[in-house]
C-alpha cells in the first residue's frame, strides 16, 4: 500500500467507507455453510470481551437470534462447540470461548492474514479497474 | 490433502456436499460492497455462456432480480461496467460480458487461486477440528 493510500484510508470515514481501498475477505466453507469467515470471527472476539453472547450481538449491532444462529453454525462445523454456554451461577448464565474456540480463531486469522499478504501485488492491480474516486 | 481425502472428496455428492473438505472463498470487499466473489464471479461466467443475464440467472437457479442486482453491484463497483446488456436487434436484448469484465473475473480467479494456495496447509491442520465424518 502507498503512503497516500495508506493516508487517504486512514482518514475515511468508516461509516461512509469513501476512500477506502479495496480488501479481501477469506472464509471457510465447510458442506454448504460459512464455518469460518469475518463475521463470525468478529463475533468469537466480541464474546470473548464481552462474556455473553446478547452483549456481544449488542456491540456487533446485530439481533440476538442472528448471533445465537452464527455460533450455532459454527458449533456444528467443529468436532466440539467453540462457544460455550453457561447456565446458573453469580453471573447468571453469559457465555465463552472454548480452547477450540481459541483456536479455531487464531488459526483463521492466521489464514486470513497469509491469503491477505499473498493478493497484495494483485490488489494494487485489481484497484486501478475499480471505482475509486 | 491426502490420496484419502481427495478421494473422499471426489466421491461424495456434490448436492449433499458430505465428505467434502472445507474450502476457502475469497471475496474483494469495496466500500460496504462486494464488489467480487464466488457468486458473482460464477454469474459472470454464466452470462458469458448464455449470453444473458435471464438465461445465466435460471442456469444458477437465482432469481432475475437477484441476478440483475448482484450485476448492477459490480458495475457500479468498477470504472466502467463489466457487463453490458444489449437492446434490440435479431437476438432482442441479451448480454455481454466486457473487455473489463473479463480482466476483472481473470484477476479475480488468480487471486482466489493464490489466497487459497497460500493457506494450504494451514487448511489441512484446520480441518483436523471440523466436524469432518
Do not use: H
Given at each position: 500500500m502507498s503512503a497516500a493510500t495508506a493516508t487517504k484510508a486512514k482518514s475515511a470515514s468508516a461509516a461512509s467507507g469513501r476512500g477506502e481501498p479495496p480488501r479481501p475477505q477469506i472464509?471457510?466453507?465447510?458442506?454448504?455453510?460459512?464455518?469460518?469467515?469475518?463475521?463470525?470471527?468478529?463475533?468469537l472476539r466480541a464474546i470473548e470481551q464481552t462474556g455473553s453472547i446478547s452483549a456481544a450481538a449488542r456491540a456487533l449491532g446485530m439481533s440476538y437470534r442472528r448471533a445465537w444462529l452464527l455460533v450455532d453454525t459454527m458449533n456444528q462445523c467443529f468436532k466440539a462447540p467453540l462457544v460455550e454456554t453457561l447456565t446458573g451461577g453469580q453471573?447468571?448464565?453469559g457465555?465463552?470461548?472454548?480452547?477450540?474456540?481459541?483456536?479455531?480463531?487464531?488459526?483463521?486469522?492466521?489464514?486470513?492474514?497469509?491469503?491477505?499478504?499473498?493478493?497484495?501485488?494483485?490488489?494494487?492491480?485489481?484497484?486501478?479497474l475499480m471505482a475509486v474516486r
Amino acid at each position: 500500500m502507498s503512503a497516500a493510500t495508506a493516508t487517504k484510508a486512514k482518514s475515511a470515514s468508516a461509516a461512509s467507507g469513501r476512500g477506502e481501498p479495496p480488501r479481501p475477505q477469506i472464509r471457510i466453507m465447510f458442506r454448504k455453510a460459512i464455518a469460518m469467515g469475518p463475521g463470525k470471527a468478529d463475533l468469537l472476539r466480541a464474546i470473548e470481551q464481552t462474556g455473553s453472547i446478547s452483549a456481544a450481538a449488542r456491540a456487533l449491532g446485530m439481533s440476538y437470534r442472528r448471533a445465537w444462529l452464527l455460533v450455532d453454525t459454527m458449533n456444528q462445523c467443529f468436532k466440539a462447540p467453540l462457544v460455550e454456554t453457561l447456565t446458573g451461577g453469580q453471573k447468571g448464565g453469559g457465555a465463552q470461548i472454548t480452547d477450540l474456540g481459541q483456536e479455531v480463531l487464531s488459526r483463521y486469522l492466521e489464514m486470513e492474514a497469509k491469503a491477505t499478504a499473498s493478493v497484495q501485488r494483485d490488489l494494487a492491480e485489481f484497484t486501478r479497474l475499480m471505482a475509486v474516486r
